[in-house]
């Protein structure tokens, strides 16, 4: 009896979840506008205004990708519409979405707590959309906050919070794309979350109405992500990093230091980040001595300005195993996950040793907003690296993997790095990357610069036998670029390869730029749509470090050779 009353509750909970009580018809009589006895001058009043407050709704829709959404929303939650400014538009129609996104946070606890048959893959995947939810809606809200501050000349910080937090609710319902449980989990809220990554997409085109940010000749740039570099890094990394970044390791200050050996304060990892401070407004350096440290590690979004000193690729290593094989999401299955803002390591190695049998695996995880990987290693098998989202940037790092080894929908730069491909499973591609790119408007996308796109020592004997292609299309906008790379032999000569039939292909953006090498042959590449060999060197110019990463102040003064342009020219450090 007592278990016959726990099913009847969760069925009648989950039936609640699925019929939300604003979608069962209500019978109450809806008044009419106008009546019989309305004066006439009360009709042409109120026939204006409604006529001015479509209009007005169809001047700020037009350009949005869900068109009818956008007016409905604009029209409902704004009834004095023509009378508010863009930005106050913006941020009701995201506040809007906050609750939206509470809402759908609301059911997947509910359904978390009364489903009793879930798997253990289901219920880290449940978890997994709560805490996006929960970043989701601070994103939300930060963007209402810099919205409220004139002159509203934070649009890239807005249009990056935006990108991050409709790729939040993407990744939720990807949590469930291994399951194959009867429940079917998702059903019962992949339609709220369609819709709220609906809201967001508009929201972005709205605020694209609001861009006047322009370059000194006057032109609007068209891919003003990152900020100014300045000595190798954007500039948003302070003076205190640059000594930090130039300096060898004996000559460096840190405030905590790891060691295995008992020299340090710590001997773990994890108990030095447990002791580091909260919301950091100062950089605060953890110094890992040399040694191979087998923890699984967040850096959360409290811990802020914070960074990890190693003694060099393959001395100082962080490594795990988790994987989706063996009921991990991808998203849990990272070894490390970098989440606060503003992190930066420095001679490390990630690695996640599950294997290629294992599918899934993350060495490391990077949603941590202006983050820096410098003189870094990531290796694994497939999905190594999961620039998940936000800005990021790489310099002199190596990646080492198998199937989409480089994938998520960050705003990131590889420069002067080594991607590698390993020994993959029979019957599987090497594919170098996945970029998940869900809207034009977001600002996101991989840029690889003077890089170099290879086969790994243990891959180079069995090259033949495999094929590797450049990447391939995760998402409705994906958007790679390769500039100024040495290609191997290994690359197929299509370059790319489709995700499934002809999805994606009309609608990625995939570029190629003067890049050298046997693989960089470009007259056997693919024919889609979206996939192109830039000749002009204006339009390549978008994606240097000058112009891909413009439009705040990033990683001031770091002291890394670097050059701007499509061609080095070193700065004076």
Known sequence: ??????????FSA????????????????????????????????????????????????DGSLYYQLCLDTLTTILPDLPSKSLPEIISATINHTVNDVKSADFNVTA???????????????????????LETVTHLNSAISDLKRPPYNKHNDLQTLLSAAMTNQATCLDGFALSNSRNKVRRYFRKPLRNISRQISNSLALLKKMDGTTTSEGTTETFPEYGEMWNGFPSWVRKKEKTLLQAAVEDTEYDLVVAKDGSGNF?????????????????????????????????????????????????????GNRNVIDGWTTFRSATVIAVGSSFIAKGITFENYAGASKHQAVALRSNSDLSVFYKCSFVGYQDTLYVHSFRQFYRECDIYGTVDFIFGN??????????????????????????????????????????????GSELIPYQTMFKSYLGRPWKKYSRTVIMRTYIG???????????????????LYYAEYMNRGPGSNTSGRVTWPGYKVIVNSSEADQFTVEN??????????TGVPYYLGLYEKLVDI
């Open 1 to 10: 009896m007592q278990t016959t009353k726990r099913f009847l509750f969760a």
């Open 14 to 61: 989950l039936f609640l979840l699925a019929f939300p009580v604003s979608s069962f018809p209500k019978f109450t009589k809806k008044p009419h506008l106008f009546t019989q006895t309305t004066p006439l001058h009360i009709h042409l009043h109120l026939h204006k205004r409604i006529q001015t407050q479509t209009q007005t709704a169809h001047t700020h829709c």
């Open 111 to 133: 359904i978390r707590r009364n489903l009793h048959s879930l798997s253990a893959l289901e219920i880290r995947a449940l978890d997994d959309c709560h805490s996006l939810f």
């Open 267 to 319: 001997t773990t990892i994890g108990e030095a980040l447990s002791v580091a401070p909260n919301k950091s407004t100062t950089r605060f350096v953890i110094y890992i001595k040399a040694g191979a440290y087998y923890e699984y590690l967040e850096i959360d979004s409290k811990k802020t300005m914070l960074t990890l000193v190693g003694d060099g690729i393959g001395k100082t290593l962080i490594k």
């Open 410 to 455: 960050a705003a990131v730069v590889f420069q002067k790095s080594n991607l590698y491909a390993r020994l993959p499973d029979p019957n599987q591609k090497n594919l170098f990357t996945a970029q998940g790119r869900d809207d034009p408007n977001q600002n996101t996308g991989i840029s690889i610069l003077e890089c170099k796109i290879a086969a």
């Open 489 to 507: 032999d290994l690359i197929d000569p299509a370059g790319w390869l489709e995700w499934s039939g002809d999805f994606a292909l009309d609608t």
């Open 548 to 557: 891909f990463i413009q439009g705040g102040e990033w990683l001031d003064g």
